[in-house]
């Protein structure tokens, strides 16, 4: 018989197993990634929902028209229909800009960023809202980011970068005269 003795084979299995061990979940990591960024490749681009379209339309037209809370129940709406309709969260950003929320409008413009990260209109939005929060450099960092994105020619790019320069909105305060005496209580 030529068979291996038996603490040779306990060896050779502890051998194998310890190999397995060690390398198994690289492999599977590997394995993974591979898979995600091959389906990736072969994603389709989303076809909105019919109703959520017509919802978002008539949330247009409801901005259009100056009214932004039916505007916003309406894009909501639309998001509750079709939660992977990523302009939504664009005209749900727009709203909230135009209710003074800018960091209500950066959630939304970050929302449409992680869905699609190369969206110049989200990257540009943020950019703007964080311009009128006052964030002047987290804005430059968008700014640099759609310059490496499209380039300084990009509608989006002329956009943000004019936007930066004028600044931050500033208020200021008016003097008030007072009618009444001031008295202590």
Same mark, same amino acid.
Request: charged share 25%; glycine share 6%; with cysteine.
């Given at each position: 018989m030529?068979d291996?003795?038996?603490?040779? =084979?306990a060896?050779d299995r !502890?051998r194998?197993?310890?190999?397995f061990m060690?390398?198994a979940p690289?492999?599977?990591l @590997? !394995?993974l990634f ?5 389906s990736?490749?072969?994603a389709?681009d989303h076809?909105?929902d019919p109703? =959520? ?5 008539e949330g247009?037209s409801?901005?259009q028209?100056g ?5 916003? !129940?309406s894009?909501?709406?639309a @998001?509750?229909? $079709?939660p992977?309709y990523?302009?939504i969260y @664009?005209?749900l950003?727009?709203?909230a800009?135009?209710e003074?929320?800018?960091g ?10 992680e869905? $699609?990260p190369?969206?110049?209109a ?6 703007e ?7 002047i450099?987290? =804005?430059?960092?968008?700014l !640099? ?7 300084s $020619?990009?509608?989006e790019?002329?956009?943000?970068a004019a936007a930066i320069d004028?600044?931050p909105l500033?208020?200021t305060a008016?003097m008030?005269?007072q $009618? ?5 209580n």
């Amino acid at each position: 018989m030529t068979d291996t003795p038996p603490i040779a =084979a306990a060896n050779d299995r !502890s051998r194998w197993k310890e190999l397995f061990m060690r390398y198994a979940p690289a492999a599977a990591l @590997l !394995s993974l990634f591979v898979a995600v960024s091959a389906s990736v490749g072969f994603a389709e681009d989303h076809q909105p929902d019919p109703r =959520a379209a017509a919802l978002v339309a008539e949330g247009r037209s409801q901005m259009q028209a100056g009214n932004v809370q039916d505007a916003i !129940s309406s894009f909501e709406a639309a @998001l509750a229909v $079709d939660p992977a309709y990523t302009a939504i969260y @664009l005209d749900l950003a727009s709203a909230a800009r135009a209710e003074g929320l800018q960091g209500k409008a950066i959630h939304f413009y970050r929302e449409a960023q992680e869905r $699609d990260p190369e969206n110049l209109a989200a990257i540009a939005g943020e950019g703007e809202a964080l311009v009128e929060k006052g964030a002047i450099s987290a =804005a430059r960092e968008n700014l !640099s980011r759609l310059r490496d994105l499209c380039g300084s $020619d990009c509608a989006e790019t002329a956009t943000l970068a004019a936007a930066i320069d004028r600044g931050p909105l500033v208020m200021t305060a008016e003097m008030v005269t007072q $009618d009444e005496e001031v008295t202590q209580n």
